[in-house]
């Protein structure tokens, strides 16, 4: 006979926590930044020029009718990693994830501090 024994395993709710520290939702501690707005990302400087007209040099390359676009028109919203922009020629609002973003051009000087 080829039996195998298992130890027993205690039910979780019998085991007493070790830890004197409380029960935490949060897996990742979070440390707070010396400047929460650096205004060398992106996203930052893409939010403050909300309501201005830029042109999105967008590339897809994974995509052989969509490589390359531009997309033109006013900034609606930005956030880490999306743009919204309302299209002159179409008056759609687009959503562009800046993943695929090469760069931004300004009618104007844009807001960076």
């Not at 930044?33 to 909300?50: T, V």
Request: hydrophobic share 35%.
């Amino acid at each position: 006979m080829n039996q195998k024994i298992y130890p027993n395993i205690p039910n979780p709710s019998d085991i007493i926590s070790q830890s004197s520290a409380p029960p935490s939702n949060n897996f990742y501690q979070t440390y707070p930044s010396a400047n929460p707005q650096d205004p060398r990302y992106a996203e930052n400087i893409l939010e403050k020029n909300i309501g201005r007209r830029a042109a999105f040099y967008m590339s897809y390359n994974d995509s052989l009718e969509w490589r390359d676009r531009i997309f033109t028109g006013k900034i609606i919203q930005a956030g880490r990693d999306y743009a919204i922009v309302e299209e002159e020629a179409s008056k759609k609002y687009v959503l562009l994830w800046t993943v695929y973003l090469n760069f931004v051009e300004f009618d104007e000087l844009p807001i960076v501090n």
